[in-house]
């Protein structure tokens, strides 16, 4: 099973400013790679898929980046309705595995 | 509008038996791999299981092969999960998901509680 390891846990960050949060694999998942977004009671959202595309809904300050086992979310301009709990999950082998996310608090 | 709703879950004791339904509307069903995926409380996501358009393909985690199965309904628009010798390690909020690689839709969830 491919194991998946995101940095921060926590990460603190100002509203209006940068946030980069990291996923890595313990094997190559060449670009199958999603990111998901999930605020507190709520079923996760779709962010990011193929490593950068943005899925519908979600704005242009997203981006997503990498390939092989590092894999990069940046969202820029942080807005009030960002913080919450980042997944990255690839899906290049079966079982699909889960990072263990990253909370994206404010600071 | 896409939506999927999840019912069926509850209490149940370990070695009992829940199934678990997600009805689906909004787009075409039987055009679409689904699966199921939990989240124990507090903790992080697993991709339990996914089945093919006709239902003819499914897939397992380890950790529930020979006790769960996924199961569709395209004339009902609605997949299922039947969950057999259930243990403490299965509670957690079990999602429906459109996809077998990554979920563009998913349900709320329904939280299923192993417990005695």
């Known amino acids: 099973e491919i194991v998946m390891t995101q940095s921060p846990a926590t990460l603190s960050v100002s509203p209006g400013e940068r946030a980069t949060l990291s996923c890595r694999a313990s094997q190559s998942v060449s670009s199958n790679l999603v990111w998901y977004q999930q605020e507190p009671g709520q079923a996760p959202r779709l962010v990011i898929y193929?490593?950068?595309t943005r899925a519908p809904g979600f704005p242009a300050r997203f981006s997503g980046s990498g390939s092989g086992t590092e894999f990069t979310l940046t969202i820029s301009s942080l807005q009030s309705e960002d913080f919450a709990i980042y997944y990255c999950?690839?899906?290049?082998?079966?079982?699909?595995?889960f990072g263990q996310g990253t909370r994206l608090e404010i600071k | 509008e896409v939506q999927l709703l999840e019912s069926g879950g509850g209490l149940v004791q370990p070695g009992g038996s829940l199934r678990l339904s997600c009805a689906a509307s909004?787009?075409?069903?039987?055009?679409?791999?689904m699966s199921w995926v939990r989240q124990a409380p507090g903790t992080g996501l697993e991709w339990v299981a996914y089945?093919?358009?006709?239902?003819?393909?499914?897939y397992y985690v380890d950790s529930v092969k020979g006790r769960f199965t996924i199961s569709r309904d395209n004339v009902m628009n609605s997949l299922y999960l039947q969950m057999n010798s259930l243990r403490a390690d299965d509670t957690a909020v079990y999602y429906c998901?459109?996809?077998?690689?990554?979920?563009?839709?998913w349900g709320q969830g329904t939280l299923v509680t192993v417990s005695s």
């Open positions: 998901a459109r996809g077998s690689t990554w979920g563009d839709y």
């Open positions: 089945i093919n358009q006709d239902g003819s393909e499914k």
């Open positions: 193929g490593a950068s």
């Open positions: 999950q690839q899906y290049n082998n079966w079982p699909i595995s």
């Open positions: 909004g787009f075409t069903f039987s055009s679409y791999w």
